[in-house]
Antibody, heavy 123, light 108 residues
Framework: QVQLVQSGAEVKNPGAAVKVSCKAS????????IHWVRQAPGQGLEWMGI????????TYAQKFQGRVTMTRDTSTSTVYMELSSLTSEDTAVYYC????????????????WGQGTLVTVSS | SYELTQPPSVSVSPGQTAKITCSGD??????AHWYQQKPGQAPVLVIY???ERPSGIPERFSGSSSGTTVTLTISGVQAEDEADYYC???????????FGGGTKLTVL
């Protein structure tokens, strides 16, 4: 069965960076794009960007450009999301989610989600 | 506007039908998708491309579209359907993704 398993909760100081991992299993890793979506406490969902696990190409939401980096390791079927220059506004649960469409063009529909990683930014 | 507007809350008694709307100027041109999120859990896709239901989602969940509004309908609501529901669309060419603000469904 398809599974996305994320790394554990993090506590970071303002100005630091955080790197969250998302390990995929149960399907061919390079066939499906992976998205990152975050959710601040008590708030809605916010899309951060997308990575193609096959070639590693990325597209980031304008809000996060310059501050987010998404990478992948095909040997371990893992994608990573690193967010830098953290502020209290970045306190949120971060989710990875698989794109529903197989192939070279993503559909921007999220059919499987990781369990979420809570990132707390506090001094 | 690229925004999606949802009612903050909808309440319904068990066995009744719940309708959750999502409005946006771009919806006549783009498919909408719906996610269910229970407290402390990740979202779950319940409807995609306005009206398609993923495997494993109960038949009581359905979707429809009319003009600038899409609607998620839950027929014969059960207590387990109490959750937050989010609509979403995307401009894939521009890699632009929008979520609605979410609707809290309360089963009375």
């Amino acid at each position: 069965q398809v599974q996305l398993v994320q790394s554990g909760a993090e506590v970071k100081n303002p100005g630091a960076a955080v790197k969250v991992s998302c390990k995929a299993s149960g399907y061919t890793f390079t066939n499906y794009y992976i998205h990152w979506v975050r959710q601040a406490p008590g708030q809605g969902l916010e899309w951060m960007g997308i990575i193609n696990p096959s070639g590693g190409s990325t597209t980031y939401a304008q809000k996060f450009q310059g501050r987010v980096t998404m990478t992948r390791d095909t040997s371990t079927s893992t994608v990573y999301m690193e967010l830098s220059s953290l502020t209290s506004e970045d306190t949120a649960v971060y989710y990875c989610a698989r794109d529903r469409i197989v192939g070279t063009t993503p559909g921007y529909v999220f059919d499987y989600w990781g369990q979420g990683t809570l990132v707390t930014v506090s001094s | 506007s690229y925004e999606l507007t949802q009612p903050p809350s909808v309440s319904v008694s068990p066995g009744q039908t719940a309708k959750i709307t999502c409005s946006g100027d771009e919806l006549p041109k783009q498919y909408a998708h719906w996610y269910q999120q229970k407290p402390g859990q990740a979202p779950v896709l319940v409807i995609y491309k306005d009206r398609e239901r993923p495997s494993g989602i109960p038949e009581r969940f359905s979707g429809s579209s009319s003009g600038t509004t899409v609607t998620l309908t839950i027929s014969g609501v059960q207590a387990e359907d109490e959750a937050d529901y989010y609509c979403q669309y995307a401009y894939s060419i521009a890699s632009f993704v929008v979520f609605g603000g979410g609707t809290k469904l309360t089963v009375l």
